[in-house]
Nanobody, 130 residues
C-alpha cells in the first residue's frame, strides 16, 4: 500500500529552524525520487527539494539553496527536510511526494514539478513569523 506520512511542522520566528520528516512505504521509497513541495492558500504547489534515494542526488529551488537540506535514511524509509534561517515566505503547507511512475532518476535527475509526482502525504503546516 502506497503511503507517505509527514511530521515535524510548526511555528517559528524568522531565522529559526525546523525539520520535517516523511515516512514512505517501501514500494515507493526504494531507489526512487521523493520530494518536498509547499503550497500557500490560493497558490500552486511548488517544488522545494527533491532527492533520489538510490543515488542520493539532490536538487533545490533557488530560494532555499544554502538554507534547506534534504536527506534520507534508508533504515527508516524516511526523507527529511532540514530548514534553517527560515523566512516568512517559507510559510505554507509542506507536502511529501513520490514519483510513482519513476519518471526521474536518469541523467536528468528527479522531476521538480508537482504534476510528475503521483503519491502525496497529508501535508504539514509551517508558519514563520517576523
Amino acid at each position: 500500500q502506497v503511503q507517505l506520512v509527514e511530521s515535524g511542522g510548526g511555528s517559528v520566528q524568522a531565522g529559526g529552524s525546523l525539520t520535517l520528516a516523511c515516512f514512505a512505504s517501501p514500494d515507493i521509497y526504494n531507489d526512487n525520487c521523493l520530494g518536498w513541495f509547499r503550497q500557500v492558500p490560493g497558490g500552486q504547489r511548488e517544488g522545494v527539494a527533491q532527492i533520489h534515494t538510490g543515488g542520493g542526488t539532490t536538487q533545490y529551488r533557488m530560494s532555499v539553496r544554502g538554507r534547506f537540506t534534504i536527506s534520507h535514511d534508508d533504515a527508516k524509509n524516511t526523507i527529511y527536510l532540514q530548514m534553517n534561517r527560515l523566512e516568512p515566505d517559507d510559510s505554507g503547507t509542506y507536502y511529501c511526494a513520490a514519483d510513482t511512475e519513476r519518471i526521474g532518476g536518469g541523467v536528468f535527475g528527479c522531476p521538480n514539478k508537482a504534476v510528475d509526482f503521483g503519491a502525496w502525504g497529508q501535508g504539514t503546516q509551517v508558519a514563520v513569523s517576523q
